[in-house]
């Protein structure tokens, strides 16, 4: 229901600071470095940062980089940069491997407490015997191992002694519990790897079960919001924050994740595409990533405003993507120029025109936004029209130009089909009109009325430009549950279509990142890496209609 903008997190905090169970909130948005956000992040950075706002507490960025085989920080940067874009400033920058040294201390006060233990046994076999949901646990036979022991061994797994997968360290819980979370959990595992921030000083990592409560306690978050799939771990979440005498206590507090019609969303498939070949990297316009969606010319306030309408529940489901582009429109609306731009031309000679001369009419810049102001368009014998504007035998109803039909040129002249030019394979390659003096826009003229009004561009002023012209990356609505590569298999050949056309001679000055309305087509950003002085490159970001009704 995307009108739903129930927020039971917020009701939550509104109530710990009514009975205050807190004086103030912190918050966190908590990425793990191994890839680039997407749209589903955006939605708990706003979560996040805005209720911060909204009842001014902190709001951290915290960097969940305890896993040194996938962590980067090329994704560090890139993170940093998509939410500021956002428009987010983080209270605090964090990095959960700042906290190593600390997590290890608490990991040694459990196992001083009795409440851990070092296991020899392989993954497989802790996944073998962990037990399922009908069926308990088994002890591991190192269960028993004596308190020193088991620091002697710990100590010496943070030394290096030990292969990966040799030994982990394990939380003694309950290997019973209806809760598999909780039937031992490993805490700590080997891995001999460079950490993108720590370097070769560790060779143990803590797991994010483990760490995660850690970390919220040691930056005094007070509201832990994460995506539903923890709320199994909810308990071990608290058990850690208990057992390792955490002062500060967070609490942990579920929801929804994002899912959206015809997108992959999870780090690991969108490195998939990117590491085939089947994008043109983390910011090819259509990825779901931020910085796909920046340079496609979404804006930060259409996400946010998105973000914020479709609500935060606990009941998953899929939304329309139809949805964040209505919130798009409504952005650009009064904000983006109007022009005019052919995608495929054909040129028209307007026959009853003086050779050589220039004209410039006056054109609006926004007719929903007047103070933007006025343009100059030049028009003259040669101008571009789109070769679907122009039809030799057309249907009923096609009211654009046919041999002995008139139509409108936006902000121009009534002109008519006379006559038109073929190639030797039968394409129509030149179409002749007359033009009428009387019908110039905004002299008032009420003559006679002509049904088709269609775009155009004066050749001998026309800029090149080539337009981007986009459709969904995948092709069925597919569900993210789903963990499997298919989605592969399912990746729309037509997904990317470059058309070569004509601007109008004011968009000389244009940088990456302009947002235009291109009469009739939609709305387009000047896209800032395939640009330059002599090739502009427009990607569209969404058509003018949309199918989606709210
Ligand atoms: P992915 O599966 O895409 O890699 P993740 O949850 O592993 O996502 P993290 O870097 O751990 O990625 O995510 C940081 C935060 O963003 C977490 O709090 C997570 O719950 C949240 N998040 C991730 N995906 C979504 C989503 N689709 N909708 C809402 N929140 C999300
Ligand atoms: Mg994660
Ligand atoms: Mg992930």
């Given amino acids: 229901n995307p009108t739903n903008t129930s927020n039971f997190i917020r009701n939550i905090i509104v109530d710990d600071l009514k009975e205050g169970r807190v004086d103030s909130i912190v918050t966190r948005f908590p990425p793990e470095p191994n890839g680039y956000l997407h749209i589903g992040h955006a939605k708990s950075i706003c979560l996040n940062f805005e209720l911060a706002r909204e009842f001014k507490g902190r709001a951290h960025l915290r960097f969940d980089d305890t ?237 946010r405003t998105f973000c914020r309408e479709i609500g935060v529940t606990k009941g998953s489901g899929v939304i329309d993507s139809k949805y964040l ?75 654009r130009l046919f041999p002995g039909n008139e139509v409108r040129l936006k902000h121009a002249y009534f002109i008519k089909c006379h006559d038109f030019v073929k190639d030797e394979n039968g394409n129509v390659v030149e179409i002749h009109c007359t033009y009428d003096p009387e019908t110039k826009s905004g002299s008032g003229f009420t003559g006679r009325k002509v049904k088709g009004t269609i775009h155009w561009v004066e050749a001998s002023h026309a800029l090149p430009a080539e337009f981007r012209l986009y459709e969904p990356l995948i092709l069925d609505e597919e569900n993210d549950e789903d963990d499997s590569s298919s989605f592969l298999d399912r990746i729309n050949a037509n997904s990317l279509v470059k058309e070569h056309g004509f601007v109008e001679p004011n968009m000389k000055d244009v940088k990456g990142q302009d947002k235009f309305q291109f009469f009739r087509h939609g709305y387009f950003n000047v896209d800032p890496k395939g640009s330059s002085e002599d090739h502009i490159v427009f990607n569209l970001i969404v058509s003018l209609k949309s199918s989606f009704e709210l």
């Fill in 67 to 303: 896993n040194p085989l996938k962590e980067d920080t090329e994704y560090v940067e890139s993170i940093k940069e998509d939410v500021k874009w956002l428009g987010f400033e983080w209270d605090g920058l964090y990095f959960a491997s700042d906290y190593f040294e600390e997590m290890y201390k608490r990991a040694v006060l459990l196992i001083n407490k009795g409440k851990a233990y070092v296991d020899d046994l392989s993954a497989d076999e802790i996944r073998q015997t962990r037990g399922t949901l009908t069926e308990p646990g088994q002890n591991s036979p190192h269960r028993d191992r004596p308190v020193e022991e088991n620091l002697d061994l710990f100590e010496r797994m943070r030394g290096g002694e030990f292969q990966n997968g040799e030994k982990v360290l394990r939380a003694k819980i309950d290997m019973s519990s209806p809760n598999i979370n909780l039937r031992d959990p490993v805490i700590y595992r080997i891995a001999h790897a460079t950490h993108h921030n720590t370097g070769d000083k560790w060779c143990i990592y803590p797991m994010y079960a483990f760490a995660h409560p850690i970390e919220d306690a040691i930056e005094g978050i007070t509201h832990s919001i994460c995506t539903l799939e923890f709320e199994d771990q909810r308990p071990l979440y608290d058990w850690f924050i208990e057992q390792c005498e955490m002062e500060s206590i967070p609490h942990q507090y579920e929801f929804a994740r994002l899912n959206l019609t015809n997108t992959v969303m999870s780090k690991r498939k969108l490195k998939l595409l990117v590491d085939e070949g089947a994008v043109d990297g983390w910011d090819d316009p259509r990825m779901p990533t931020i910085s796909g969606l920046r340079r496609r010319g979404y804006t930060p306030e259409s996400i």
């Fill in 325 to 399: 582009d209505h919130f798009l429109r409504e952005d650009l609306k009064l904000k983006a120029p109007r022009t005019m731009g052919i995608l495929k031309p054909l040129k028209v000679v307007i026959t009853n025109y003086p050779e050589g001369q220039v004209e410039w009419l006056d054109a609006e810049i926004n007719p929903e936004n007047l103070e933007m102001g006025v343009r100059q368009v030049p028009f003259s014998r040669e101008i571009y029209i789109e070769q679907d504007d122009f039809m030799e035998n057309p249907p009923n109803k096609y009211f």
